[in-house]
């Protein structure tokens, strides 16, 4: 499988804490892409981050990129009880910038 | 503006039964997906279109079929419905990839579907 692994599969910590959550992955990328999932719902994109950047932030979003180690780790900053959510990562291969293949997911449980 | 919209929300079959999911976009995109989340595992790529007339199979193909009846909406058909394919389907659209790769995903809510 291509998928990206990620970990921890589950993660519960206290409004105001930081999360950090982390995607490993198998082949070369295009870019990895962020999203995140409410209970019921479709996925949201958060943030993109492309194979020739190592570092990206968007408000409390901070993601970096190791394509040596074909990882990548998104930080959450002062989380909210909004903040609550499954969080995947996609990677998008170098040989088809068509498919996106996505994580297991880590579920963040953030407790006001 | 509705994004991308699937239907129906929920549906329960019985087995050899088919069905056919819709999915809608008006983001005027070129690339459509489809996938199915089973409980526990991320998303799983079962047909895609990269442009209007044309599909092709992502990892889990088998037992489905797809049509991309034109730029705004592609289609997912069950033709004999299985226990196995007991899942949550997510229909994704985005702008064009190929040269464009650093594109996002939009996703609608998802059809839940059971078969008994």
């Known amino acids: 499988s291509q998928q990206g692994e990620e970990d921890p599969q589950a993660l519960s910590i206290q409004e105001g804490e930081n999360a950090t959550m982390n995607c490993s992955y198998k082949?070369?990328?295009?870019?990895l892409q962020w999203y995140r999932q409410n209970s019921g719902r479709g996925l949201v994109h958060l943030i993109l981050?492309?194979?020739?950047?190592r570092e990206k932030h968007s408000g409390r979003l901070r993601v970096t990129l190791d394509t040596s180690k074909k990882s990548s780790s998104l930080l959450i900053t002062a989380s909210r009880a909004a903040d609550t959510a499954s969080y995947f990562c996609?990677?998008?291969?170098?040989?088809?910038?068509?498919?996106?293949?996505f994580g297991s997911g880590t579920k963040l449980n953030v407790k006001p | 503006n509705a994004g991308v919209t699937q239907t129906p929300k929920f549906q329960v079959l019985k087995t050899g039964q088919s069905m056919t999911l819709q999915c809608a976009q008006d983001?005027?995109?070129?690339?459509m997906y489809w996938y199915r989340q089973d409980p526990g595992m991320g998303l799983r790529l079962i047909y895609y279109?990269?442009?209007?007339?044309?599909?092709d199979k992502g990892e889990v193909p088998n037992g489905y079929n797809v049509s991309r009846l034109n730029k705004r909406e592609f289609s997912l058909r069950l033709e004999s419905a299985a226990p196995s394919q007991t899942s949550v389907y997510f229909c994704?659209?985005?702008?064009?990839?190929?040269?464009?790769?650093?594109?996002?995903?939009?996703f609608g809510d998802g059809t839940r579907l059971s078969i008994l």
């Open positions: 994704a659209s985005s702008a064009r990839q190929g040269e464009l790769a650093n594109q996002p995903q939009h």
């Open positions: 082949t070369s990328i295009n870019n």
């Open positions: 981050i492309r194979s020739n950047e």
């Open positions: 996609a990677t998008v291969p170098i040989y088809n910038f068509n498919k996106f293949y």
């Open positions: 983001m005027n995109h070129n690339s």
């Open positions: 279109s990269a442009s209007e007339g044309t599909t």
